[in-house]
């Protein structure tokens, strides 16, 4: 892509670069600190995945695990892990979609032959602890709709090409990727899984596809995610204490 882009900054400077040039890589010009901890960007007030090419004269704000949106984007990432650590402890799990509103927890859905059981819980979150560790990285591929279904077909994934029907026709479709597991979604996703911080699960319930009685009927699994531990534990601190006043004002 040739030609130079101008991108406005958050303290009202602004830089020059490469027209193609990704929210990354500006990032990564400003500061290797900043680059290390993206998650995403926001580009004209909304949110971008970090390896978006920035292709016109843009206002930029980089977004870290610090930021609302980060957030967001951290348990977005962990929806993907989950689903990667269903798939390797039981191999041929197909998986449908996880949901569009991060703000507090993820979840997706599993053609699974029984519901998941408590003591499914700690393996699986075992498993997303080994999958965060192996320090991943997010990789994001536009595709067209030949190479989803090609993909979808070879690994099984049948409900995926029921969905990619979903997507309207000319909107850029894409596929994110880290190590074995791959699935169609728009993101944005963090660099690597080490960015994901602390996991938990939450709880298991049924789920008929697209919330319709008269389709099969999947196993859903929630789940919350943060950037450390220590933000984990206060969410839940935080549930405790809403609890405590509820139960106050009842008395």
């Excluded at 053609?111 to 998941?116: I, L, T």
């Excluded at 819980?121 to 498993?127: L, N, Q, S, T, V």
């Excluded at 969410?235 to 405790?240: K, V, W």
Aim: glycine share 8%; proline share 4%; net charge negative.
């Amino acid at each position: 892509m040739a030609g130079k882009i101008r991108v406005g900054l958050p303290d009202g400077s602004e830089r020059e670069f490469p027209a193609g040039t990704t929210v990354l890589e500006v990032a990564e010009a400003i500061g290797r600190r900043l680059a290390r901890d993206t998650v995403a960007g926001t580009v004209n007030g909304d949110l971008v995945d970090l390896r978006t090419r920035i292709t016109s004269d843009v206002d930029l704000r980089i977004v870290t695990a610090k930021d609302p949106e980060g957030g967001d984007v951290i348990r977005h990432s962990a929806e993907h892990v989950l689903a990667d650590a269903v798939k390797r402890l039981w191999p041929g799990t197909p998986i449908d979609a996880g949901r569009q509103d991060h703000s507090e927890k993820y979840q997706y859905d599993f053609r699974f032959p029984r519901a998941f059981k408590p003591e499914d819980f700690a393996k699986i979150e075992a498993e997303m602890a080994r999958i965060i560790a192996e320090d991943l990285e997010f990789e994001r591929r536009e595709v067209d709709r030949d190479e989803v279904r090609r993909v979808m077909t070879e690994r099984g994934e049948d409900i995926k090409l029921v969905r990619l029907d979903d997507i309207p026709e000319g909107e850029t479709i894409t596929l994110y990727e880290h190590g074995p597991f791959l699935d169609l979604c728009r993101g944005p996703h963090v660099q690597r899984t080490s960015q994901i911080g602390a996991v938990r699960l939450l709880e298991a319930s049924g789920a008929y596809f697209r919330g319709d009685e008269r389709n099969e009927m999947l196993q859903r699994m929630y789940g919350t995610a943060f950037a450390s531990k220590k933000e984990l534990e206060a969410y839940f601190a935080r549930l405790e204490e809403l609890k405590r006043r509820d139960h106050r004002r009842l008395g």
